[in-house]
């Protein structure tokens, strides 16, 4: 975007701590570690900077919303960014695969790393100030499953009228065959972001 600011690890860190709700401190651990493993950009300082990209976005986001400990994150979120096994639950049609930058990258993503780039991308500002998914009344929901590894993700249009129901434009789940993944013990956590978390951190990025 042009005359875009550039996004540093801070101002992530800043962005996702103020919409989720959560202390900066906690987010910054987990970037941290993130950052000291090589899973968000880093070099220089000042304006050699690293500016931060969707990928370093998603990562913290992961991190952020799939540990119960900062210093998991660099376990964690590689096993989140690798489910492969795409369950299907009310996927882009192929007929309308072409429409547009979301379409495309919801249609069939082969792991769920690729598809929460994809879907991050579709937050940040195009060249006039606006991204693909600003003032198109989607909802999005995106959960984060553990101790098994778990990303549904749900995009639609939610009804405020109790007898109408909501309306699913894409419903996918990611998980994984790998049994190693699966702990024992019953409780599960379950963690949701919505549209605002990633409105908010696309406004921050480039593309």
Partial sequence: MSGHAMALFRDLTRTIAEIEGLSEMTVTGVGQYLRDAGMISKHGRGRAAAQ????DAVNLLI???????????????????????????????????????????????????????????????????KSLMDGNGMSVFLSFQRPEPYISLWIGSESNDPEELDEP???????????????????????????????????????
Avoid at 52 to 55: D, G, H, I, R, V
């Fill in 169 to 207: 434009y894409l419903v996918l789940g990611f998980g994984s065959k790998d049994e190693s993944l699966a702990r024992a013990g019953d409780r599960r956590d379950k963690t949701t972001i919505t549209e605002k978390t990633l409105a908010a951190v696309g406004r921050l990025l480039t593309r």
């Fill in 63 to 129: 991190g952020v919303n799939a540990t119960g400990l900062a210093k998991e994150a660099t376990e964690v979120v590689p096993t989140y960014l690798t489910l492969t096994d795409r369950a299907d639950i009310h996927p882009i049609e192929e007929d309308c695969a072409d429409e547009d930058e979301l379409t495309r990258a919801m249609f069939n993503p082969e792991s769920s790393g690729q598809c929460l780039v994809g879907l991050m991308k579709c937050f940040v500002p195009k060249e006039n100030g």
């Fill in 52 to 55: 931060m990209t969707c990928e």
